[in-house]
C-alpha cells in the first residue's frame, strides 16, 4: 500500500510524510516544554526532522521515477484490454479494466510483463492478461488472454 501510494501518487506521499513529520515534531516539542529542555537542544531535533524530511522526499522522488516505467505499461496494457474487439465483442461497451499487480519476466530484448486484469460489461465479467514487452523506451502488447464463464479467448496484439 505505501509503495504503492508513493510510485502512483508522489505528491499526496510528500505532503503525507511532511504532516508526519510535522506532528512528530511538534510532540516532541510539547516534551520538551514540559521538561523544561532547552531550545538548543529542541532546534537540533527540529534539525533531525528537517534532514529526515529531505531524505523522505528523496526516497519519494526515487521510486516515482522508478514506477514510471511499470506505470507506462500498464497505461498500454489498459488501452490494449479496452480497445479490443474481442473483449469489446465478449464483455461489452464500454469495458471496465481494474488492472492488478503485474508479473515481471525477462524476455531477449528486455523486460516482459504480464498484466493479470478484472474486466467487466454490460453484458458479461471476466479476468483478462495482457503481456507487454519493452522495445527501446516503448511498451508495446505482445498478446494477451481473456476468460469469460470458462469460455478462454486468445487475444492478439495487432
Given at each position: 500500500m505505501?509503495?504503492?501510494?508513493?510510485?502512483?501518487?508522489?505528491?499526496?506521499?510528500?505532503?503525507?510524510?511532511?504532516?508526519?513529520?510535522?506532528a512528530?515534531?511538534?510532540?516532541?516539542?510539547?516534551?520538551?516544554?514540559?521538561?523544561?529542555?532547552?531550545?538548543?537542544?529542541?532546534?537540533?531535533?527540529?534539525g533531525?526532522?528537517?534532514?529526515?524530511?529531505?531524505?523522505?522526499?528523496?526516497?519519494?522522488?526515487?521510486l516515482?521515477?522508478?514506477?514510471?516505467?511499470?506505470?507506462?505499461?500498464?497505461?498500454?496494457?489498459?488501452?490494449f484490454?479496452?480497445d479490443?474487439?474481442?473483449?469489446?465483442?465478449?464483455?461489452?461497451?464500454?469495458?471496465?479494466?481494474?488492472?492488478?499487480?503485474?508479473?515481471?519476466?525477462?524476455?531477449?530484448?528486455?523486460a516482459?510483463?504480464?498484466?493479470p486484469?478484472?474486466?467487466?460489461?454490460?453484458?458479461?465479467?471476466?479476468?483478462?492478461?495482457?503481456?507487454?514487452?519493452?522495445?527501446?523506451?516503448?511498451?508495446?502488447?505482445?498478446g494477451?488472454?481473456?476468460?469469460?464463464?470458462?469460455?478462454?479467448?486468445?487475444?492478439?496484439a495487432?
Amino acid at each position: 500500500m505505501g509503495r504503492r501510494l508513493i510510485e502512483v501518487y508522489p505528491a499526496r506521499a510528500l505532503v503525507l510524510g511532511g504532516a508526519t513529520m510535522l506532528a512528530l515534531f511538534g510532540v516532541v516539542a510539547f516534551i520538551f516544554r514540559r521538561v523544561d529542555v532547552a531550545n538548543d537542544q529542541l532546534s537540533v531535533v527540529g534539525g533531525f526532522f528537517a534532514y529526515g524530511f529531505i531524505a523522505f522526499a528523496a526516497l519519494v522522488g526515487l521510486l516515482a521515477w522508478r514506477g514510471k516505467d511499470v506505470r507506462d505499461a500498464h497505461t498500454v496494457a489498459d488501452r490494449f484490454l479496452a480497445d479490443h474487439a474481442t473483449v469489446g465483442r465478449t464483455i461489452g461497451k464500454p469495458v471496465d479494466v481494474r488492472l492488478r499487480p503485474a508479473r515481471t519476466a525477462r524476455s531477449a530484448n528486455g523486460a516482459r510483463l504480464t498484466i493479470p486484469a478484472e474486466v467487466g460489461g454490460p453484458l458479461a465479467e471476466g479476468t483478462a492478461e495482457a503481456i507487454v514487452e519493452r522495445e527501446g523506451e516503448q511498451w508495446r502488447v505482445v498478446g494477451g488472454d481473456l476468460e469469460v464463464d470458462d469460455h478462454h479467448f486468445a487475444l492478439v496484439a495487432d
